[in-house]
């Protein structure tokens, strides 16, 4: 088959690997009907060392189940499916509780002999767990709306549910991104009638808008900080959702935030260390939280609104390639010429 | 009248100031009859820039009410009353929602003007939302339990609120200062069956089981880490209260904190910055909350309790001392002779 690999800063290839074969029970073989580039596919495009294996890439598709191990029930051959950016097996304590990231069986693609999702196929680990079966066909329009479950939409929502947004807590959402324009969307589905989307790009916030934010802020820095500031008597919001990673876009966020309120992360961070102390989160009593999204545990909540039409995340996709083009579509969100791409291998 | 002065690291001096009078028609001036020192008051005794005028002490004290502001209603002369260690105005959109330490008129004793409460006398600003009337004598045997509302039992109670302890929680106690062994009383009566108290003080871990420790670590860093996640197979407490504030116990509550757990200081951080990343709050989804305990907020759910006896949080205290004798309370905390000094002006 044809797979994607990253082998160092910038160095994106698809090439030939072998075909994935079942090796446990719970597994099953895939076949990738839509994958995706993540804006955190990003961070190794900048900083992942150089290497001679490469290292396989992606973690959002959905597809056909091919073949299943002998311990997997629920699935058939031939079942159109979606498959979330950490596989778990939804029955330990953790994945009970909704932390499917922390399964005590689980993993993330691409990592540990588990291949990547930019690809024909894949070996899925757990499969009965991992697996959410879409009562739609192959060439269903709502395609790509449905891929948005298996990380970016779930991703924006974990951002939400963790920060408690209700209709009673105004938001700052910041960036303008896949996942920051989810984040809008899932804190309208919320209830928060003040949304307000720090971003500078217009037809990312123009979309944003459309997804449900009432405000946006373009400036950056202690002029954006201010801007927020301004637009809430002086006070922040009640809730800031973090979609970015950056440490400037953490400082934001601790500049935004109200007395009480919490800073609810889901941009992968790009820095261990920042401020937490008195003059930060401690005086005010600001709650940080958020993290890699259990998206699995919001498949069943989110999936009704998606197959109705109630909501369209997969907007989101402005751009759509084939497998050998992926390589230009790192380059395109890279260079913001893309919000995110979709591939059809 | 004799109040306490700091005037430099381990110079504390009690003298002579002028007596306090009503300046603002919200105001009341209380004679204190229980006053004493904090394990907070520590930290500038370590490091206090040294200065010619000096800084006015303490932050936690009942008396009685000797003169009224036309402006205050529900006190009489002759009340007594405990004060939380922030005043405010108990009415504002924060002290509403609970969070009186940012009460948009309130503030901080010894500090802005505001005297301290290690003095036989103090102005309070925004009596009437700050104090609250006690229903016993001068002479009660209850004043020392009643005197940690003003802050150590409502600093370790915001501890155990935040991290939403309860009877299917376990829980980590860093520190076994008053705060600390007020942190065990508190998820105690929030009905935690587990709690591990981490102190290398036996007679104040002993306390610790009084107040419902179950287990006490005395080891400390990577040890008392290990010797945690030992106790919990593995997986460390679903929730971890730091009553600290240094650096180590920040990282001994990232090291024993269970993922997707709650890690809840009150220990004010002498640290600005501190790791939260991927590799230490991120990746686990842990929650990161707490700050300056809004202890009005609890004063009418917690003193029954006091009231009935059902707990007895003034025995933290383990040494009385007069007024002037003060300087040589700081340094009985300071050489950890005393685990809390009361003081009787």
Redesign the interface.
């Known amino acids: 088959m044809r797979a994607t690999f990253m082998y160092g800063p910038g160095d994106v290839r698809v090439e030939n690997a072998p075909d994935p074969v079942l090796r446990q029970p719970t597994d099953a073989i895939v076949r990738i009907v839509r994958a995706c580039i993540c804006g955190s596919d990003l961070h190794p495009y900048h900083n992942i060392p150089a290497s001679e294996q490469g290292t396989p890439m992606g973690h959002e598709f959905l597809g056909v189940v091919e073949e299943l191990g002998s311990d997997v029930s629920g699935l058939r051959r031939g079942d159109l499916v979606v498959a979330p950016f950490a596989w778990a097996d939804n029955t330990c304590d ?1 994945c009970r ?1 909704g ?1 499917h ?2 399964c005590r069986h689980g993993g993330f693609w691409a990592a540990g002999g588990i291949g990547g999702g930019q690809a024909e196929a894949i070996r899925v680990p757990q499969a009965q767990g991992t697996l959410v079966k879409l009562p739609v066909g192959e060439d269903s329009g709502l395609l790509p709306s449905l891929l948005t479950l298996s990380d970016v939409y779930g991703t924006g929502y974990h951002a939400a549910k ?1 920060a408690k947004v209700n209709a009673r807590t105004t938001v700052t959402v910041i960036g303008d991104g896949a996942v920051g324009l989810m984040a809008v969307l899932s804190a309208k589905r919320l209830g928060a009638e003040r949304i307000i989307l720090m971003g500078r790009h217009k037809d990312r916030t123009d979309l944003g808008r459309d997804f449900g934010a009432t405000d946006v802020v373009a400036e950056r820095g202690e002029e954006g900080i201010a801007k927020v500031r301004e637009l809430t008597g002086g006070d922040g919001t009640h809730t800031v959702l973090e979609a970015v990673g950056y440490m400037n876009a953490y400082e934001m966020a601790v500049g935004v935030v109200r ?2 309120g919490v800073i609810s ?1 889901v941009g ?2 790009q ?22 999204a ?1 998206v699995r545990a919001y498949m069943d909540e989110l999936l009704p609104d998606v197959l109705d039409g109630t909501v369209e995340p997969g907007r989101v996709f402005d751009r759509t390639i084939g497998l050998d083009e992926v390589p230009d579509g790192y380059r395109a969100m890279n260079n913001r010429e893309a919000l995110k791409v979709l591939v059809r291998p």
Chains 1, 2 share one sequence.
């Open positions: 953790f509780e932390l990231t922390s963790m007395p009480g992360r992968v961070p820095y261990e260390d920042a401020p937490i102390g008195f003059g930060s989160l401690f005086g005010p009593n600001i709650t940080l939280n958020g993290g890699p259990p």
